[in-house]
């Protein structure tokens, strides 16, 4: 029953991690195919926020420096990442998968270790820069499809969408690394139970695990 189970399980698994793998190269073809659209007319389309005057000051959660609303988001994003800098994540073991890998696995060679952080958000070695000349290209709908709406405000003056591709390909790796955690349980599971049948008809198991009563009666456990 639980070799039956494991089976299921990483059939389901490869399943939801080639639905991952395909998102991930929409979400791909949507970024570049953003960077590449050229914006006509972009002196009528300013946004909203750009045509008014008024701002609003609140406070950074994370330095607590007081900052305007239309710039707190990349100013979030640069105090996340100088405190995300100081923290270390690695491993002696590099990462073997066989498409692109999740995390970063970037060699440190004074520490002998791969870093294990997720590459798109690893602000110690995922130095690419999101702002270019083109348009946005967020998802507007819940599906994201390459024929779907986007957003075609200027890349560099929509504040709504803010780092909006690491956030989805971090959405996407971090479910590909659980998938993977549960595909290792379940390869484990399917070693413990072909152990179990092999020695179903061992003569030596057999014996050393068998219970004899003083009634004569002897019953193997």
Not at 43 to 63: A, L
Not at 76 to 88: Q, V
Request: with cysteine; proline share 2%.
């Amino acid at each position: 029953s639980s070799g039956i189970n494991a089976e299921y399980g990483q059939e389901v698994s490869h399943q939801r991690m080639d639905e991952l793998q395909r998102q991930r190269l929409v979400i791909m073809n949507l970024i570049s195919r953003a960077k590449e659209t050229k914006i006509e007319g972009s002196d009528g389309d300013q946004s909203e926020d750009e045509n008014t005057n008024e701002t609003e000051e609140i406070d950074c959660v994370i330095c607590g420096v007081v900052c305007t609303d239309k710039n707190a988001v990349r100013h979030m994003e640069r105090c996340y990442n100088k405190f995300e800098a100081k923290l270390s994540w690695g491993s002696t073991v590099k990462c073997h998968v066989t498409w692109e890998s999740p995390v970063c696995d970037a060699y440190d060679r004074q520490q002998g270790t791969y870093c294990k952080k997720l590459r798109v958000l690893c602000p110690d070695h995922n130095k690419e820069k999101e702002d270019h000349d083109g348009i946005c290209g967020c998802p507007l709908g819940q599906d994201i499809t390459l024929d779907g709406e986007v957003c075609g405000k200027p890349k560099r003056s929509c504040n709504r969408h803010i780092g909006w591709e690491k956030l989805r390909l971090a959405e996407i790796d971090m479910e590909r690394v659980e998938q993977d955690l549960k595909l290792e349980g379940s390869f484990d599971e399917m070693r413990k139970a072909k152990s179990r049948i092999a020695n179903r008809t061992n003569l030596l198991q057999i014996l050393l695990n068998s219970t004899i009563e003083h009634s004569g009666e002897q019953t193997a456990t």
